[in-house]
């Protein structure tokens, strides 16, 4: 197969609009509800959130249910500094209004603890706290874990657990004429009408926002070259 047929055969993929959402998700302090991770175990666990859900109360409420309404799942996960930032691809578009409107922010993690330890005395407290903890003298510190899914919360056990950065990765997926197989490929052409289609062909009379649908990458970046032909250009 030639160089110029597995280009055209690219300008087939659907492009998805990726609608990306960073939160602060959990760190090594004290938290609200009386119980911290060790930096270790939260390193260990890091890979455990990729894949998982978030989730709020269905019917788009917030709190944490047994069974809540997807809205996302995690792609990234990282801790920078004793903290874990999360990205999750946000798929449900009532949820993106909700984060870009400001009305949701607060996150909480639910996770299965698999070591805890008491940390006045040092005890196992897997199976239920001692009476340190139970008595306000010590706390629960959780040596082994695993992240089950995080929740949008009015009020988060971690301060600090909320949404950092939204960012909409892709441009969404528009279908437009496709050239046939045999169409001859010359880049400059291609370039030069699609130039003349968006107002120019100088650059200060090019309409960008109409120019870039024509491109996989933003003309920000002068690298990007045309996989789609816009209408009425072909």
Same mark, same amino acid.
């Given at each position: ?24 998700? /959990? ?18 666990? &890091? ?11 269905? #019917? ?14 995690? /792609? ?8 874990? &930032? ?12 909700? &984060? ?21 005395? #040092? ?9 340190? /903890? ?53 880049? @400059? ?17 090019? @309409? ?8 996989? /990458? ?17």
């Amino acid at each position: 197969m030639s160089l110029r047929e597995l280009c055209f055969q690219a300008s087939l993929n659907s492009l998805r609009a990726g609608r990306l959402a960073t939160f602060y998700i /959990i760190d090594t302090a004290l938290n609200r509800n009386g119980w911290r991770v060790t930096d270790e175990a939260l390193e260990r666990a &890091l890979p455990t959130l990729l894949g998982k859900p978030l989730g709020c109360v269905p #019917g788009y409420g917030v709190n944490h249910v047994a069974e809540p309404q997807i809205v996302g799942h995690f /792609i990234t996960a990282e801790k920078p500094d004793g903290y874990l &930032l999360a990205t999750a691809e946000i798929t449900d578009p009532t949820a993106w209004e909700k &984060l870009q409107s400001g009305e949701w922010g607060p996150v909480s993690v639910v996770i299965k603890a698999h070591k805890v330890r008491c940390s006045l005395c #040092g005890a196992d407290v897997t199976s239920g706290p001692d009476e340190h /903890i139970l008595n306000g003298e010590g706390h629960q510190v959780v040596e082994g874990f695993t992240f089950e899914r995080v929740d949008f919360v009015s009020n988060p056990a971690y301060p600090s657990a909320r949404l950092i950065t939204l960012k909409a990765a892709v441009v969404p997926y528009e279908e437009t004429p496709k050239a046939p197989m045999d169409y001859p490929w010359d880049a @400059d052409e291609a370039e030069r009408r699609i130039r003349l289609w968006a107002g120019g062909p100088e650059k200060e009379d090019i @309409d960008w926002s109409r120019y870039r649908r024509a491109f996989s /990458i933003s003309p920000a970046n002068p690298g990007g070259r045309s996989l789609l032909t816009p209408p009425g250009i072909m």
